[in-house]
Nanobody, 123 residues
């Protein structure tokens, strides 16, 4: 059992960088894999990437490879999504989620979800 919450969203311009945070208070967070997802208006929720509980295995969708990066700091009970060179197509509500494996996260089967944070990119 773990509760996660996103923060760091906002209004930015194309080409800017932004870092989103996913934080928890429970010690169990250190043993969970963490995934990032996004949902744009009128579209289905999309898998962005995931990181294992050790931080050694990281996966990205093709749409964000080379621009976004995922990391975590278990001492701070947090995971991060670094977004670089953003475009208007990145506009969406971004969610983080926690589960036992990165496979379940990739398949959007996570047990624990945050409430989301809005990212809006202007051109």
């Amino acid at each position: 059992q773990v509760h996660v919450a996103e923060s760091g969203g906002g209004l930015v311009q194309a080409g800017d960088s932004l870092r989103l945070s996913c934080s928890a208070s429970e010690d169990s967070f250190r043993r969970y894999s963490v995934g990032w997802f996004r949902q744009a208006p009128g579209k289905e929720r999309e898998f962005v990437g995931a990181i294992s509980w050790t931080g050694t295995n990281i996966f990205y969708s093709d749409s964000v490879k080379g621009r976004f990066s995922i990391s975590r700091d278990n001492a701070k009970m947090s995971a991060y999504l670094q977004m670089n060179n953003v475009t208007p197509e990145d506009t969406a509500v971004y969610y983080c989620a926690a589960d036992s494996t990165t496979i379940r996260l990739r398949d959007q089967l996570a047990d624990y979800w945050g409430q989301g944070t809005q990212v809006t990119v202007s051109s």
